[in-house]
């Protein structure tokens, strides 16, 4: 899912305010967004009650301030969180800075994903679904034909598990749906 729509289905699923879309019914269908989005609603709804809870507090005429002070400051707090979660250069230092702690202590090198998938016109990722007319069900990876030439099968999700790396005695079943790396004309066989 490209980035921006990524980016607002989460906005979505945080906040609750839900939009029927083609993208939506992407993030449903998929078993790790759901994950990632049921977490995200419940993240938001938390996020709520601590927000009405701490407004709730700030009312109390016990503090030093006034009420309407602990309003405006609880308002103006809540404002610039929000421009600061909202704003694009932020973001991108922070997804900078989280990249570059794990790259020292995973001792990962930076990849360019666009730029590996982009190498060729002709090359691509798809998403196959195996249904059961499919030529492969019921085969292993390494019968099918998919392990070597201009393919490569990345993972394979069956039900809510995610089976990476599949080795070549891997069995097709109907209903995995498998991520493959490879040719575009040749996956469309496959289909």
């Known amino acids: 899912m490209e980035r921006a729509k990524a980016r607002f289905q989460a906005l979505s699923a945080f906040t609750g305010i839900g939009f029927t879309t083609r993208d939506a019914e992407a993030v449903v269908n998929h078993p790790r967004r759901r994950k990632i989005v049921t977490s995200l609603m419940v993240l938001g709804n938390a996020s709520i009650v601590t927000v009405i809870a701490t407004f709730v507090v700030s009312l109390r005429p016990a503090g030093i301030f006034r009420p309407s002070l602990n309003i405006a400051i609880v308002a103006a707090s809540l404002l610039i969180l929000y421009r600061i979660t909202l704003h694009q ?34 090359y691509g990722v798809a998403s196959v679904l195996i249904k059961k007319e499919s030529k492969i069900a019921g085969l292993t990876l390494g019968q099918s034909g998919l392990r070597g030439g201009d393919l490569m099968v990345l993972s394979i999700e069956r039900d809510e598990e995610v089976i990476p790396v599949p080795k070549t005695q891997s069995k097709i079943q109907v209903g995995d749906r498998l991520i493959i790396y490879g040719k575009m004309e040749n996956l469309k066989d496959l289909t």
């Not at 570059?100 to 590996?116: Q, S």
Request: proline share 0%.
């Open 89 to 122: 250069e932020f973001a991108k230092k922070l997804s900078n800075k989280i990249r570059e702690t794990l790259r020292k202590k995973l001792h990962f090198e930076k990849v360019y994903i666009e730029e590996i998938l982009q190498q060729s016109e002709r």
